[in-house]
């Protein structure tokens, strides 16, 4: 299980941290994921990290903006997230993919690879 935390209203250029606890699995031997899901838009790819935190990987669009981090022994993601923007506003979701056999620092940025859901946490960047 997942429980995405943090969300919430946000002027534009200011930030926010998001957290994703898991439970129930073996948090080091997933690679997690941040998903994204605007209004009328399909889900997008933010940021992934592999079971070690040894890799990592943006969309083009938060690269520079957002850090991925990884604590295994708190089960435990985040995505801090500086200078948001208007476009930024979405639901944000977790997502876990079980990476045991893919090798350390393998990641997927294709939502179809991640095996669990977060409930997502909404962020909303406005003025």
């Known amino acids: 299980q997942l429980q995405a935390s943090g969300g919430g209203l946000v002027q534009p250029g200011g930030s926010l941290r998001l957290s994703c606890a898991a439970s129930g699995l073996t948090f080091s031997n997933y690679a997690m994921g941040w998903f994204r899901q605007a209004p009328g838009k399909e889900r997008e790819f933010v940021a992934v990290?592999?079971?070690?935190?040894?890799?990592?990987a943006y969309a083009d669009s938060v690269k520079g903006r957002f850090t991925i981090s990884k604590d295994n022994a708190k089960n435990t993601v985040y995505l801090r997230m500086n200078s948001l923007k208007p476009e930024d506003t979405a639901v944000y979701y977790c997502?876990?993919?079980?990476?045991?056999?893919?090798?350390?620092?393998?990641?997927?940025?294709?939502?179809?690879?991640?095996?669990?859901w977060g409930q997502g946490t909404l962020v909303t960047v406005s003025s």
């Open positions: 990290i592999s079971r070690n935190s040894g890799s990592t």
């Open positions: 997502a876990s993919d079980f990476a045991l056999a893919s090798g350390s620092y393998y990641y997927s940025k294709s939502p179809r690879t991640y095996d669990y």
